[in-house]
């Protein structure tokens, strides 16, 4: 008699569990939305910029934009509105131009530019050229926790990933564009080559579109290469809602051979609200690092103090 219910009993279970999965089937057949397994989410994978790129060596991947990673609960941490970065202005307009801020304080901005074009890429492939990055400049920035604005190619973002990610890193450097491939927007200007008008403006955004996933303290201020620019070249910037920075103090740092004219050049000028124009490319300026201690000093002298590009722009 036993023997007999517990045959029962297993005849029941097994009923019970084969209906249990017909009912499974026929819910997946009708609406398609059961499994019989559970879904499996699968985390966001974030572009991160490209690694590698040490200062002379081989070309690395263009970093992609990424989107925040996303985790259940969490909200993706959202990116500063590009319309309201410092030197952001209304879209469709014409850009202005700014040469210094203004001249009440002691505010000055020491900028650097990180130029990069097919022959200098080319000069390092080639071992004519060992570096357009000078660290010495950074860690010397770095070390005395002086800010600095750093105006960016993308080719020169693609050539060093990973000290633009150093530059991002850093909360007194500001980065800023200029353009991707250190082309000219005008005739004429220091044997630059030139672009047509018609692909002017997206040189420009893409540099911004490199930029952007480094992060940092972005902005949309924007320098043209040889400081050469016209009214139509602005005009073809009315999309893109920048303001256009010269600079009112003109180092002379690229192919100097020495670093005193250099040093010159700059105190010689510089005034509270002074744009200082300097670049961070090292075989093109070799000087530039020799000079810059002697420059800080003489700020110093002065009672000037370097600031971010924007601070300086609005005064403090």
């Known amino acids: 008699m036993l023997a007999k219910i517990f045959r029962v009993s297993l005849g029941t279970v097994a009923a019970a569990a084969l209906v249990g999965a017909l009912v499974l089937v026929v819910t997946v057949v009708r609406d398609g939305t059961t499994s019989a397994t559970p879904p499996r989410f699968e985390p966001v994978r974030v572009a991160a910029p490209a690694t590698g790129g040490t200062p002379g060596g081989s070309p690395t991947a263009t970093p992609e934009p990424s989107t925040p990673t996303r985790t259940a609960g969490t909200a993706a941490t959202p990116r500063p509105d590009p319309a309201v970065r410092p030197g952001a202005t209304r879209p469709g307009t014409r850009p202005p131009v700014v040469d210094h801020g203004p001249r009440s304080g002691n505010l000055v901005a020491l900028t ?141 740092d690229p192919f100097a051979g020495a670093w005193r004219p250099i040093v010159r050049a700059v105190l010689s000028r510089v005034r509270p609200g002074s744009i200082v124009v300097l670049h961070v490319t090292e075989e093109n300026a070799a000087m530039t690092d020799e000079a810059l201690p002697h420059i800080l000093a003489g700020l110093r002298d002065r009672g000037l103090r370097p600031a971010p590009l924007s601070e300086v722009l609005t005064g403090g």
């Open 112 to 252: 650097f530019d990180a130029d990069m074009t097919d022959a200098m890429l080319g000069n390092l492939r080639t071992g004519r050229a060992r570096s357009y990055a000078n660290l010495r400049i950074v860690e010397l920035l770095e070390r005395r926790q002086v800010p600095a604005t750093f105006f960016l190619t993308g080719k020169w973002v693609e050539r060093y990933p990973e000290l633009t990610r150093r530059l991002a890193g850093n909360p007194r450097f500001e980065l800023a564009n200029h353009t991707y491939g250190h082309h000219a927007f005008t005739q004429n200007c220091h044997g630059l080559p030139t672009l047509p008008a018609t692909r002017l403006a997206e040189d420009v955004a893409r540099t911004f579109r490199l930029i952007e996933p480094y992060g940092g303290r972005q902005t949309r201020y924007f320098r043209f290469p040889g400081l050469c620019h016209d009214a139509a070249a602005l005009d073809a910037l009315a999309p893109l809602g920048v303001t256009v920075v010269d600079g009112d103090v003109v180092s002379g």
